[in-house]
Each structure stands twice: as structure tokens, then as C-alpha cells.
């Protein structure tokens, strides 16, 4: 794929969705790094229904910290992995507390150093909350990016590096977003939806469907 079709296609996801952002409900970065760090392996939607009665009653490092592990858990249960993200949860609100003043800290070190945090939350977080230009690959962005052949590579880390170097400087705020948007409801994993999608024709997929 070379760069022309990269920019059309990235013009076109803009067109049709000018400001994208993340389908986990939050109002600060503290709300945003608890959403993501739950939401591994599970959906936003489950994410949401848990976080819309946990943060009325607790919505900072303090507030769930004073919740305790099992008072956590009574919020978050309906969630994959509840038992061990609820530990790493407040392990990290205890770190923010001690080593941070209960911020949550615009550094990328310093957030992989939280419990419970790897390199694609980090990303998410500088992202979404900063509004750093990181790009977080997740299996939709995996998916598309190798799917479509726009930014190939083995693994999540190979398609950031080449979704880092291919996308123009423009673009790179709002890039995972719309690519993770475009493999949640049109490129989707088991049968893609490619009648109805905005990039079918720049797209290099082989299999395409209709």
C-alpha cells in the first residue's frame, strides 16, 4: 500500500468522523486509566455498566483506595478478571497516592510503572487524556491494519512501530480511535461487513465479502 492510499483512506475515516474518541465513559484521566485497565479482555459496553455505579460513589485514587480490594470487586464482579484487576487497581491508586500526589502522571514511564498498566494502556491514557500522538494497538487495530494491509506486522508491537512511521503527523492524535471504531462494527473479525464500508476500494484485502 503506498502512501496516497493511506492519506485517502484517513481522510475519508475523518470525513466520516471528524472527532473520535473512546467508547468507555469517563471525566478524568484517573476515570480513563480505571476504565482501560479494566476493560482488557473485556467489552466497553460490560465496562461502562460497571463504572457507571462505581465512579458516582468513587472516582478518584483516594475514593478507591478507602473502597479496599473487596470493596471493589463488588462493583467491577460482572467483568472478566475482576479479582485480579481489582488488586491492580488499588495497588495503583496506593502508588498514585504516594508517588504522584493522587495524578495521574502525563509520562509514559511512569504510568507502565503502575500496576496493572502496559504499554497499550499507557498509550491509550497519553492519547486520549493528553492528547499525546501514541497509537494503541489493540486486536481491532491489529486486525484492520493487517487486514486492509495498511500497517502489516507480526505483532502489536511491529504494527504500532509501522502505524507510528506510515501515518502523517495530521493524523496521528485520532488514528486509533478510528481504526478501532472500523474493525468494532465494519471490518470486523469473522466476516467483515465490506459492502458497507467507506475504504472498501483502497482496501488490499484479498477475501473481500459483500
Not at 108 to 136: C, H, Q, S
Not at 180 to 191: D, E, F, S
Amino acid at each position: 500500500m503506498n502512501k496516497e492510499k493511506r492519506r485517502e483512506i484517513l481522510e475519508r475515516l475523518r470525513a466520516d468522523n471528524p472527532e473520535p474518541t473512546t467508547e468507555l465513559n469517563f471525566s478524568t484521566p484517573f476515570e480513563l486509566l480505571v476504565a482501560v485497565t479494566l476493560s482488557a479482555q473485556a467489552t466497553d459496553v460490560g465496562v461502562n455498566k460497571a463504572t457507571d455505579k462505581l465512579f458516582p460513589v468513587a472516582n478518584t485514587p483516594q475514593a478507591i483506595w478507602d473502597l479496599g480490594v473487596e470493596g471493589l470487586k463488588e462493583y467491577i464482579k460482572t467483568i472478566g478478571l475482576f479479582n485480579t484487576k481489582a488488586e491492580n487497581v488499588i495497588k495503583a491508586c496506593r502508588m498514585l497516592l504516594d508517588k504522584h500526589n493522587g495524578e495521574v502522571p502525563e509520562n509514559r514511564e511512569a504510568l507502565e510503572a503502575l500496576p496493572g498498566v502496559g504499554r497499550k494502556t499507557a498509550n491509550v491514557v497519553l492519547n486520549t487524556a493528553f492528547g499525546w500522538p501514541t497509537i494503541a494497538v489493540d486486536t481491532h487495530i491489529y486486525r484492520v491494519s493487517n487486514r486492509t494491509k495498511f500497517a502489516m506486522g507480526k505483532n502489536v508491537d511491529q504494527v504500532e512501530q509501522k502505524l507510528l512511521k506510515v501515518v502523517p503527523a495530521e493524523f496521528k492524535v485520532d488514528v486509533h480511535h478510528w481504526l478501532i471504531l472500523h474493525g468494532r462494527y465494519t471490518c470486523v473479525a469473522r466476516k467483515p461487513r465490506c459492502g458497507s464500508c467507506i475504504i472498501e476500494d483502497l482496501c488490499e484485502f484479498k477475501d473481500k465479502v459483500e
